[in-house]
């Protein structure tokens, strides 16, 4: 059975060990978000602080709730999607793709538990809730992180849901990044709001079925519904409610809804913030402010906090995108084993010897959802493309540095990726790679066979061999 809310989920967490109730009083300055960045280097238990410094008894927030897992780093995730918690990443790739082939659509309530209290006008106030300074060099507290914005294309009605950074600047107005902008989504919205001089509205939906997360942080093509989407990797319809005070619908199950509207030209800096590159990010930016209507929530409310850091791209957007980019390159009749997003802004294609690299390479930078990153390299199908040894093994004996490497000039700009430079920043522009890290199709045979052929366990001895040594494993000592 899915999930029916946050709730649900805080308690399998805890069922499996993945869960730390923190009932010490923690300061909402710096210190939860320290917590939970220790927790996730140790691969600790997300955890749930329940005592916060200057709130009352029943507003918590819990922390990285996807962060990395032993022994497999997306265990979390596999928890969200009702697997195994051991599943390893290919198979839940595989499983992220197969549910998604079907989206479902949402259902839509008359009321829900997250009307149970209602703010409007004078009583708005973002800071009722304990908004994290998540790091030391933050601009601010971000009461975005970890959470669903919902808005709507003025043209088709699109609505799209996605995580974008939201700082809060005051108790009623927020700071919104819609940069870097992708080919659709938030920014481009926005730009056709602002160029009639319209009002764009927008909801916030905070501690949400974890469904709903895995959807927003994956790059669907534009005009895909994240929220059938999203129902699709529920196996089950998400249950919407309409908001008090916008034209939109949000999920019926959330902790915290936040109501909203954009002015045209209506900016203000924002930033830096600890991004999900492991760096500072974006610096100080003129961003969109978001006015606050409405907010709605639960008793007992639940905020959620991410702590974006390379652990959690490894954990989270590593296994949605590499289900995305899998699915592109089969759909273009491509023979991959498997893909698996690294870091920040490199993917790792596994496939034969004759496929062409280019193809590859272009198929993922073309697409609308452009999951290829701005690195992309591409292993033979012998190389399990999520087990960097393997991985880093190919690198390291088969790329051929004048041969296998392509750089290529384009507008690939993403202004959170630390490796872009001042004349990057400046022009907008910023080149894509591609390494081919495998042996030369039109290499002999015999030459293979003398001079690269791979020794592994399965290739090494005979299967009798090999066979005969699994079975006494446990006899010569081992477990």
């Known amino acids: 059975m899915p999930y029916r809310d ?175 902008s992708g080919q659709h989504g938030g920014r481009i919205f926005f730009s056709k709001y602002e160029a009639r001089g319209e009002t764009m509205p927008i909801a916030l939906a905070f501690g949400v079925d974890p469904a709903i997360n895995i959807s927003c942080f994956t790059s669907f093509p534009a005009g895909v519904s994240e929220v059938d989407m999203a129902g699709a990797l529920r196996k089950a319809p998400v249950e919407l409610v309409k908001c008090e005070t916008v034209d939109l619908e949000v999920p019926a199950s959330a902790e915290i809804i936040i109501e909203g509207e954009i002015h045209p030209h209506d900016k203000r800096i924002e930033g830096p913030f600890g991004e999900y590159t492991g760096y500072v990010g974006g610096g100080h930016i003129s961003t969109p402010v978001i006015h606050v209507k409405c907010i709605t929530y639960r008793d007992d409310p639940i905020l959620t906090m991410s702590n974006l850091s390379r652990y959690e791209t490894a954990t989270c957007f590593a296994i949605s995108t590499s289900a995305i980019s899998l699915r592109l390159l089969r759909e273009a009749g491509i023979p991959v084993r498997g893909v698996y997003m690294y870091g920040v802004e490199l993917m790792v294609v596994s496939v034969p010897k004759y496929v062409n690299a280019q193809k590859v390479a272009y198929i993922l930078w073309g697409s609308a959802s452009r999951t290829g990153g701005q690195q992309i390299w591409i292993v033979e199908d012998d190389i399990d493309p999520a087990n960097i040894e393997e991985v880093m093994w190919a690198f390291s004996t088969r790329l051929n540095p004048a041969k296998g490497i392509q750089v290529m000039p384009g507008p690939f700009f993403n202004g959170l990726t630390p490796w872009n430079g001042p004349e990057e920043r400046r022009t907008r522009q910023a080149s894509v790679v591609y390494f081919d890290a495998r042996f030369p199709d039109e290499w002999p045979q015999e030459y293979i066979e003398e001079h690269a052929f791979p020794i592994t366990f399965k290739t090494g001895w005979s299967p009798e061999i090999s066979e005969r040594v699994l079975k006494r494993w446990n006899e010569y000592g081992y477990k």
């Open 6 to 180: 946050l709730r649900e989920f805080i308690n399998k967490l805890e069922a499996e060990g993945e869960l730390q109730r923190v009932k010490a009083e923690v300061d909402w300055k710096y210190e939860m978000g320290c917590i939970a960045r220790r927790a996730k280097d140790l691969g600790a238990p997300c955890p749930f602080f329940e005592k916060i410094k200057d709130y009352p008894p029943g507003f918590r927030l819990l922390a990285v709730p996807f962060g990395p897992t032993k022994p497999v780093p997306h265990g979390r995730l596999n928890l969200a999607l009702e697997l195994p918690k051991d599943t390893p990443a290919n198979e839940t790739i595989e499983e992220l793709l197969e549910r998604t082939k079907e989206p479902i659509k949402p259902i839509l309530l008359s009321t829900a538990p997250c009307k149970k209290n209602v703010l409007k006008g004078k009583d708005v106030d973002v800071f009722k809730f304990p908004v994290p300074w998540i790091h030391g060099k933050d601009g601010g507290r971000y009461l975005g992180t970890w959470h669903a914005a919902i808005i709507k294309d003025p043209d088709t009605g699109w609505v799209n849901w996605a995580i974008y950074r939201i700082m809060a600047h005051d108790e009623k107005n927020l700071g919104l990044l819609l940069y870097p």
